[in-house]
């Protein structure tokens, strides 16, 4: 460590953390263990290492665990996999941006994505368009919708917001099975996969070129997003969520700021869904309906609302979810049938517990110090008999889901403290 002492504090946090990533990774490899585990394990060990000999700079370590390990993910987990959470994640961060910090409730997210889906298909079959020019078309072309949608938004609020986007998620899935001459109907459209340069082709397969692809620009999409939400945009969301007629106050043009928060949230949601039809070469208008939009949802709830970091988590987790849980055996039957809970039921008693105990999420939990305290007194509370006095809430750890965030900051469970 003292050939490290001259260099900066977050330098030598990233570089510890990698090198400690990489070690565990080769261990825990070594040992017998195999897919997701191997990556959480070294991940953490890296981050830990990287906090404890890298004088407690905390995002610097998690970048460095994090870069090694999404270079050698695909040795871990299926390329596959791993590509189609990242496609998730970017869809879901554009909702995070939406709800998160904007505070706009939308359940139509999968429709932006399958607009940029068709778009990125339309174009690459039928005019012949490099698959790879027309994501950022696709994520214009969603970004325009979003517009529009956040205009008629401007009128609409809370559950009544809801309801608007809800409709939209029902009726366009309908719109594109009606004009199958264009949109292929029910029987969807199929893209050919990209063809790669010979010399390419050679070093790297197909599902490994997707996940690079996409990984790339899913790095992108985080990048940018923070740099423009840690600033003057970003706080003028904040207000938005927090109260629009004291935003009005503090001369935050609410119009703009709602209609750009949409178009962001869909622009992203477009990028995604131009990455979808090329990584998974068939699309059709059942895969993106209500409950597409609805599992987004649930990805930043789960991940952490207003956290970058907590929409790639959020991803994750709930792919892990869908992929890996199966039906629940009661042991017992009625009429002679054997009792069973099935997946979505399992799914949803999950997230349910997730929500009750961590309702700031994954993110609140490894960055608010206090979560673990509310956690903890959550666990540990007991019946209050009917003869007591029930203590009001003080503060905002008892208040559960609508609890304030402790900091004004728009990143403040994001914020480093070193």
Do not use: C
């Not at 909702?95 to 174009?123: D, E, K, P, S």
């Amino acid at each position: 460590m003292s050939a490290l002492r001259g260099l900066p504090v977050s330098l030598v946090s990233a570089l510890v953390g990698a090198l400690a990533a990489l070690v565990l990774y080769e261990v825990v490899t070594l040992i017998g263990l195999s897919g997701f585990p191997v990556l959480v394990v070294s991940y953490v060990g890296g981050l830990v290492a990287g906090r404890v000999l890298g004088r407690e700079a905390r995002r610097p370590a998690a970048l460095g665990a994090l870069v090694p390990l999404a270079l050698v993910a695909p040795q871990a987990v299926a390329a596959t996999e791993l590509t189609q959470i990242l496609i998730l994640a970017v869809a879901a961060l554009g909702l995070n941006i939406l709800t998160g910090w904007a505070g706009q409730l939308n359940l139509a997210q999968g429709i932006f994505v399958g607009l940029g889906a068709y778009t990125t298909a339309i174009l690459g079959t039928d005019h012949g368009w490099p698959l790879l020019l027309t994501v950022p078309l696709a994520g214009v072309v969603a970004a325009v919708v979003g517009v529009a949608l956040g205009a008629l938004a401007l009128r609409f609020a809370g559950v009544y917001l809801a309801v608007l986007t809800t409709s939209v998620a029902l009726v366009v899935p309908v719109v594109l099975k009606h004009y199958a001459s264009f949109t292929g109907g029910a029987q969807g459209i199929s893209v050919d996969p990209i063809e790669l340069p010979a010399g390419v082709a050679s070093s790297i397969t197909e599902t490994q070129f997707n996940y690079f692809l996409t990984l790339f620009i899913a790095v992108i999409a985080a990048v940018l997003s923070w740099n423009v939400l840690s600033h003057r945009t970003g706080r003028a969301f904040w207000a938005l969520r927090d109260s629009t007629p004291a935003a009005q106050g503090v001369g935050v043009d609410v119009t703009r700021f709602k209609v750009l928060a949409f178009a962001m949230s869909s622009f992203w949601a477009g990028i995604a869904g131009g990455l979808y039809t090329i990584t998974v070469g068939f699309i059709n208008p059942d895969s993106f309906g209500l409950f597409y939009g609805i599992q987004f949802l649930t990805m930043i709830v789960v991940g952490g609302l207003s956290t970058i970091a907590g929409s790639f988590v959020g991803a994750a987790l709930v792919y892990a979810l869908t992929t890996q849980v199966q039906s629940v055996g009661l042991n017992t039957s009625v009429a002679g049938q054997e009792l069973s809970l099935p997946q979505q039921s399992v799914f949803a008693i999950v997230l349910i517990l997730v929500v009750i105990l961590a309702p700031r999420g994954v993110m609140g939990l490894l960055y608010d110090t206090s979560a673990w305290a509310s956690l903890r007194r959550r666990l540990s509370r007991r019946h209050t008999p009917t003869d007591t006095p029930v203590a009001v809430p003080t503060n905002d750890d008892d208040r559960g889901l609508a609890a304030a965030p402790t900091s004004n900051h728009p990143h403040s469970l994001d914020k480093e403290q070193s």
